[in-house]
């Protein structure tokens, strides 16, 4: 079993359940004989996680991906009969680092490089070898640090999904602080490079610190895919009323600011905060109507236009920001 290498007071990866677990091999006041658990699970009313572990369907519905794939994380962790090494996209879910699209069934283990890969269980194995790796104990295991987990899932994904995970560890607003600096990542990618690394550095050197939510990461990956200038991030503009706010795009040379507009801020009620999804709706309308008439041109977009790039480019190039490219034929 390889030993911690990482000894940073500022890496704190999560250890708690966000969720109460069941587990069958527990005398807890949760589904405990077979026959009612079948009847609960049958009903929808609770569900299984990993073999013996179930959770209530209300509280699994609640958390986000991210935190579902934590509560699969913790479980196999608690069950194993010796020291792991928890990597890849479950270490990512152990660091808070997000991403967008599904979160895998199976847990991330690293081993050696002479046991080979496999799945088995709740478990996917991944047969990597430790040298170079640097990593942070966990609940009685090893966890790839934020930084070393970043860099796994870029060599290990393209380059969309790298810069995502990237900008997570890097983010500096992020509570708490960043989970890792990009010159701790460059020192670590020539530590540990190895085949399969060779799309990392340009991953690495396109990352930030300023994206404040994967959607903005991938904003960012597409404008630039799209041709368009490279935009300022997280710009502060004093609006009339004396608020400040920070678009998540500027384009200076054309006083061009653009946005993201998730629809979380509608209906999360930790982003809400006692307000009502129209109260925040109409909060967000005069923002905006405000930024426009600070800037010479505002352009703004949901998800869809994520989905298909070509709308992108059509609301950018429609409100006067100038692309390098052609328009692009295809929604890819």
Request: proline share 7%; with cysteine; glycine share 8%.
């Amino acid at each position: 079993m390889p030993r911690p290498t990482c000894e940073r007071s500022d890496v704190n990866p999560r250890t708690e359940h966000p969720i109460v677990v069941h587990r069958r091999r527990e005398t807890d006041p949760g589904p405990a004989d077979d026959r009612r658990l079948r009847r609960l699970v049958a009903g929808g009313t609770v569900r299984r996680v990993v073999a013996g572990s179930y959770v209530r369907v209300d509280d699994w519905n609640r958390l986000t991906p991210m935190n579902r794939h934590l509560v699969r994380v913790l479980e196999v962790a608690d069950r194993a009969r010796s020291p792991i090494v928890i990597t890849h996209s479950s270490a990512a879910a152990v660091h808070g680092i997000d991403r967008i699209g599904p979160w895998p069934e199976l847990v991330d283990v690293r081993v050696a490089r002479a046991t080979g890969g496999r799945s088995s269980g709740a478990v996917r194995r991944r047969a990597l070898g430790f040298d170079g790796v640097e990593l942070v104990e966990w609940r009685g295991h090893l966890v790839t640090s934020a930084a070393q987990t970043a860099l796994d899932i870029a060599a290990a994904s393209d380059f969309l999904a790298g810069v995502i995970a990237l900008d997570q560890a890097l983010w500096a607003r992020r509570t708490g602080g960043a989970l890792a600096d990009i010159h701790g990542l460059r020192r670590l990618m020539d530590a540990s490079w190895r085949r399969g690394f060779g799309r990392v550095p340009r991953a690495v050197e396109f990352s930030t610190h300023l994206s404040d939510s994967v959607r903005e990461s991938e904003g960012r990956v597409l404008i630039d895919r799209l041709g368009f200038p490279e935009p300022v991030l997280q710009r502060e503009f004093v609006i009339p009323g004396g608020r400040t706010v920070r678009p998540d795009y500027y384009f200076e040379d054309f006083d061009h600011a653009a946005e993201f507009d998730g629809m979380g801020k509608y209906f999360d009620p930790d982003i809400l905060a006692g307000r009502t999804p129209e109260q925040a709706l109409l909060e967000e309308k005069d923002r905006a109507d405000a930024l426009r008439r600070t800037v010479a041109a505002l352009s703004r977009w949901r998800t869809p236009a994520h989905r298909n790039p070509v709308e992108l480019y059509d609301i950018l190039t429609a409100d006067g920001l100038p692309s390098r490219l052609p328009r692009p034929r295809s929604r890819r």
